[in-house]
Nanobody
Framework: QVQLVESGGGLVQAGGSLRLSCAASGRTFSYYAMGWFRQAPGKEREFVAVIKYYGDSTYNVDSVKGRFTISRDNAKNTVYLQMNSLKPEDTAVYYC?????????????????WGQGTQVTVSS
């Protein structure tokens, strides 16, 4: 079992920044790739970014490339999502997930652990 707890969400004006954190506990952190997903109201959850143990990262959403940075501190069992130049369309609940599956786009409750989510609201 892996427990994930997100923090760092909130209300920010367009152009501002937030840093989300996800603290993991339970099984060995190094086993897992860590990802960030988001779900906006009325929309399906989408895979934002993933990072492997040694730092290889992939960003899935074109609109966040150059603005969001995923990172992890393996000593602290924590993964981060630095979000800069935020836009109203970034408003969503952001979820952290951990999985050994190589396909983050297919992560679900069947093959990944999920946090409870943290709300990010960007006002215009």
């Amino acid at each position: 079992q892996v427990q994930l707890v997100e923090s760092g969400g909130g209300l920010v004006q367009a152009g501002g920044s937030l840093r989300l954190s996800c603290a993991a506990s339970g099984r060995t952190f190094s086993y897992y790739a860590m990802g960030w997903f988001r779900q906006a109201p009325g929309k399906e959850r989408e895979f934002v970014a993933v990072i492997k143990y040694y730092g290889d990262s992939t960003y899935n959403v074109d609109s966040v490339k150059g603005r969001f940075t995923i990172s992890r501190d393996n000593a602290k069992n924590t993964v981060y999502l630095q979000m800069n130049s935020l836009k109203p369309e970034d408003t969503a609940v952001y979820y952290c997930a951990a999985s050994t599956s190589p396909l983050p786009g297919n992560w679900s409750s069947n093959n990944a652990y999920w946090g409870q989510g943290t709300q990010v609201t960007v006002s215009s």
